[in-house]
């Protein structure tokens, strides 16, 4: 049913009807809405569910990580700083194969202290072994979650999945939303079935250590894993589209591609000033495009560059910064397009919450002509 | 000597805080306090983690350092070891000290790290609107306790007690003369010194518990403040204590071996 929601409720909304048996999170700006939304469902028995408070996000993945080795769907929520906090839990996760759910309000990272949005909280966890999904408005952060913990829970899978949606912008955000009904919701994610659990009858052992001997394997089991995501990310995207009419079968969405010689990488929200931006570069003759990528990790490397074949120019859009070395996602781009003779320039931008308008966007259309990238896009020059 | 004044950031104000807050006034007693030791400005740092109560060294005219949620304690411990000619007083509240940040707080107190902890305790989360934190008195609402806190609270002064601190007091917003003189014990007392400050949060704690007037919450700290030694002679005769009272007053004054004392 289509309603006018704020995105913190509708992705608490979702969180509720995918039915998790377990939630703990602790509270940060600008996440908290979620997680008072969640408490207040299970206060009201509105979801069968445990509501942990805890005293940290540390312990709030550690709870949620041992409610699902218990064999419990799991979610959780946190941003920022808290995810900071919650790194070594998350390769844990990861590593004995967890598949939880966690929602990130993207929000940058101090010092100096920011409750606004970019995305270098989550960048961050890269190479953490989740899933990361992107939203570029409050209907997809929505449906990300239920494809999501379908891929997570995938016995091909077995994976743990961020999904992120940028924090005020999206998460403050009064939308309309189609939010599905229990029932739809049932009908496409079904109860979670765990591949092995902690059960006193049929004991394991989870996350004891590996020699030299082991440790490679299981690292190599793990990217084996995320190289098998793809191919169930398009199904669970597909089965997606069959049930609700909107399609998420790919990767990377394309924007008017075709026929671009310009074409722009870029993840989140911006995603949708971009799009109104190339729109009116199109109405004046110029041939821009975007590639929006969905899946950040696994990282769509054979759609983007299927999408990318007929550009001369790519400019990404990055929301983070890995110091000493550039844009996450630029510099993933170059590898990716090294030798093709596309040229790819980066372009670090709305960092801190730093606002990005339409005409940012034809700017750097404008300065991508020039060959002129690989720079932070919009400092203040007055104040350094 | 100087006066609380001369160690405010005018220039930052007017804060933050909203109307009615007990941070202020918290803030007041501390300065007073400092203004009494005849410090200076420059040998004096800081220190705060994340929340309402950190928000503090920013209104004051000394180096600070503003830190992550919880690590207060373990930055001002590296401030102070590095440097123990500096004077280091630390701001932090009930979610910062005695969640997030709990491991901390056990462990400078056992080690009595040279510094005077101030903690404001509004019995809740305020910056992020309102959950329920370790001190939120079972029963009491809030936002992610709709039908009131089903956990025990701490008693952050008796466990710093049990720790080790060196000096451990208990007072509130509204016993502003003893606040002050705890404080300026605190100050002199070699060791971790903690003093515990039980403070309104009118818009996030008192609406939602039936103290809906910023008088309500003081007149229920008034009320509910028991002396210790009254307490003590309570129990000594077996008398019952009323319940929802807490303890006011110096829970304990010693001189354990510390860490970080100017030689």
Known sequence: MLQITEGSHAVAEIA????????????????????????????????????????????????????????????????????????????????????????????????????????????????????????????????????????????????????????????????????????????????????????????????????????????????????????????????????????????????????????????????????????????????????????????????????????????????????????????????????????????????????????????IVDLADKGVGDMFYGLRTEVL | MTSARDWLRTDRLPHIYCTGCGNGTVINCTLAAISGMGWERDETVFVSGIGCSSRAPGYIQTDSLHTTHGRALAFATGVKLAKPDLNVVVFTGDGDLAAIGGNHFIHACRRNVDMTVVCMNNQIYGMTGGQGSPTTPMGAQSTTTPYGSAEAAFDLAELAVAAGANYVARWTAYHVKELTKAIATGLQTPGLSFIEVMTQCPTNYGRRNKQRRVSDMIEHMRTHALLIEKKRRLESEGTPIPEGMFTVGELVRRARPAMGVRR
């Open chain 1, 16 to 363: 509720k009807f995918c039915r998790p048996q377990v939630v703990a999170a602790y509270p940060i700006t600008p996440q908290t809405h979620i997680v008072e939304a969640l408490a207040d469902m299970v206060a009201n028995c509105e979801l069968d569910a445990e509501y942990i408070t805890v005293e940290s996000e540390f312990s709030a993945l550690s709870a949620c990580l041992g409610a699902s080795a218990a064999g419990s769907r799991v979610y959780s929520a946190t941003t920022s700083q808290g995810l900071a906090l919650m790194f070594e839990v998350c390769f844990n996760v990861a590593g004995m194969r967890q598949p939880i759910v966690m929602s990130i309000v993207n929000r940058s990272l101090g010092a100096p202290l920011s409750i606004w949005n970019d995305q270098q909280d989550s960048i961050s966890l890269r190479d953490s072994g989740w899933l990361q999904f992107y939203a570029e408005d409050n209907q997809e952060a929505t449906d990300l979650h239920m494809i999501a913990y379908k891929v997570a829970e995938d016995h091909d899978v077995l994976l743990p999945a961020f999904v992120c949606f940028d924090g005020f912008i999206l998460s403050h955000t009064y939308e309309p939303v189609d939010m599905p009904s229990q029932e739809e919701v049932d009908a496409y994610l079904p109860a979670f079935t765990p591949y092995h659990r902690l059960d006193a009858k049929d004991p394991i052992s989870m996350g004891m250590y590996a020699t030299p001997d082991y440790y490679m394997e299981f690292r190599y089991e793990l990217e084996r894993a995320m190289q098998r995501s793809i191919d169930v990310i398009k199904r669970a995207g597909a089965e997606f589209a069959e049930q609700f009419g909107r399609d998420y079968s790919a990767l990377v969405e394309s924007y008017r591609l075709d026929d671009a010689e310009i074409a722009f990488i870029a993840m989140g929200s911006i995603c949708g000033t971009v799009k109104d931006a190339i729109d009116e570069m199109r109405d004046a003759g110029k041939k821009v495009g975007l590639a929006k990528i969905r899946t950040y990790r696994p990282f769509p490397t054979e759609e983007l560059t299927r999408a990318l074949a007929g550009v001369s120019t790519v400019a990404v859009l990055d929301k983070n910064i890995s110091l000493g070395s550039g844009g996450a996602v630029g510099t993933e781009v170059k590898a990716m397009l090294a030798g093709s003779g596309i040229t790819v320039l980066d372009y670090i931008i709305a960092l801190g919450g730093r606002d990005v308008r339409k005409r940012d966007i034809a700017a």
